[in-house]
């Protein structure tokens, strides 16, 4: 079969090409965890998406309060462009009440013009669900895929989210080096092919969790030839790659490479992609979504309809309301003005990196995201950076933390997010001359 590329063949071709791979998962019940077999669709939800389709009908099967007794009657939000977003009852009523599952249509529409624009996810059998931020997607990914004792491959550090949301489940880690190009190919390789030999006993791993443009908390960004490679070694072993990508709109300008993301090389239904909003809108609205193959789009959301039915119905009001008054000329706008906000931090925090830590410390200029991993030279373990924050006033994220397996680390992460350029040059050098003194 032939790879796809973005732009080289019309929507007919490519899907030909989808049609011939020859690694094309059909069926998903292989990577289902016993709980995700069993999880199924909530009868009564979908009553509510009849009665949202059949506005007329006469409404004596849902179990949703009546609208005149919720205390709110309409609602403002300023933005700082000097622009107003109002609420109208009617619209303020609706986004009060219980909703579908998968998101409010006029969000997922508005959701997936942004995936074909940016992404252009191949053939029409893909489907997107909003979820309450990325975290909750992460979260009941790993119910739906993993059982206790299964093995996740994931980065070497990894996002310390993640992480957290794995132990409950008492799964394993693979965790692959990183280095400033992603995930490195030959040692994820090596892992694969040696599975049998080092881990007779254990089922070899079939998901593969990454964040590929501005890492957390590396900050490096999966180069385009990387992630082809690392595409290939997943169709090789049969992998379902998580793509949580929230750091995807906050590159550093200039933009040096239109890099592709898997979802956009997927032929397979293999990619799982998860986007958020915090970082480009808000992280207190709680959204994100999630876009992939619509059978695993569909039992995650079967496992919506059982947790907390639906995301907030105000936030997603709310959102569809701002993109519809950007627009695609507004919303590229909005992410203009993160670049170069984001680009003006980083360049600052490097600024005060060189001054105050040159010869105490290693570290590459991140090309996304919010970070700088930086190696401190002669430091076994960096939490005493922490311990000694009472006295620097200094708050650093220690290495360790981002450990797939736990242990010291010479590494700590340090974010330009926040910080004044003054603040930043007066941490670093505080940070300094803490080294200096040990």
């Known amino acids: 079969y032939q790879r796809r590329v973005r732009g080289e063949c019309s929507n007919k071709s490519c899907l030909l090409r989808l049609e011939m791979s020859e690694t094309r998962i059909n069926d998903y019940t292989q990577y289902l965890s016993k709980r995700g077999s069993r999880l199924n669709a909530n009868p009564l939800r979908r009553l509510l998406k009849l009665s949202r389709e059949l506005p007329d009908s006469i409404n004596l099967g849902n179990g949703q309060p009546n609208p005149h007794m919720i205390p709110f009657a309409s609602l403002n939000f300023s933005l700082t462009s000097g622009e107003v977003i109002t609420l109208p ?12 599952s998968s998101g409010h249509p006029e969000l997922l529409s508005a959701i997936k013009k942004i995936q074909t624009k940016y992404h252009n996810p191949l053939g029409n059998d ?6 309450s931020g990325s975290q909750e997607a992460i979260q009941k990914l790993l119910d739906i895929f993993l059982d206790e004792e299964d093995t996740i491959i994931t980065e070497n550090p990894s996002y310390v989210g993640f992480l957290a949301a794995m132990r409950p489940h008492k799964s394993r880690f693979l965790p692959i080096d990183i280095d400033k190009d992603g995930m490195i190919p030959d040692k994820l390789s090596q892992a694969l092919l040696n599975w049998k030999s080092t881990n007779p006993n254990q089922k070899p791993p079939n998901l593969l969790y990454c964040v590929p443009t501005g890492q957390n908390p590396s900050g490096c960004t999966y180069s385009l030839a990387r992630r082809k490679e690392i595409y290939k070694i997943a169709q090789t072993h049969n992998l379902i790659i998580i793509e949580d990508d929230p750091y995807y709109h906050l590159k550093i300008l200039p933009l040096n490479e239109s890099t592709q993301s898997f979802l956009s090389l997927d032929i397979d239904g293999r990619v799982i992609r998860l986007d958020s909003f ?3 809108i808000s992280p207190g609205i709680r959204l994100g979504w999630v876009t992939g193959p619509n059978k695993i789009l569909e039992i995650l959301q079967w496992h919506n309809e059982t947790a907390a039915f639906h995301s ?77 924050a009472t006295t620097t006033k ?6 360790k933390y981002f450990s797939p397996n736990g242990g010291k680390s010479s590494y700590v992460r340090i974010s330009y997010s ?15 001359c803490l080294l200096k003194s040990k």
Not at 318 to 331: A, H, I, P, R, S
Not at 394 to 399: E, N, S
């Open 278 to 280: 915090s970082k480009i």
């Open 126 to 131: 893909w489907e997107v669900t909003v979820t």
């Open 418 to 432: 926040l910080a004044t350029e003054e603040e930043m040059d007066e941490a670093m050098r505080r940070i300094a």
């Open 89 to 100: 009852p009617a619209e303020l009523s609706y986004a009060m009440q219980y909703s579908i």
């Open 312 to 388: 907030s119905g105000v936030s997603q009001i709310l959102v569809t309301k701002l993109l519809e008054q950007w627009g695609e000329e507004g919303f590229a706008n909005q992410i203009k003005i993160i670049q170069e906000f984001y680009t003006k931090q980083r360049n600052t925090l490097l600024r005060s990196c060189e001054r105050h830590l040159t010869g105490l410390a290693e570290w590459y200029p991140p090309s996304a995201g919010m970070f700088i991993w930086v190696k401190l030279n002669g430091v076994e373990d960096t939490d005493y950076l922490l311990h000694n």
């Open 394 to 399: 200094v708050l650093l994220a220690p290495g």
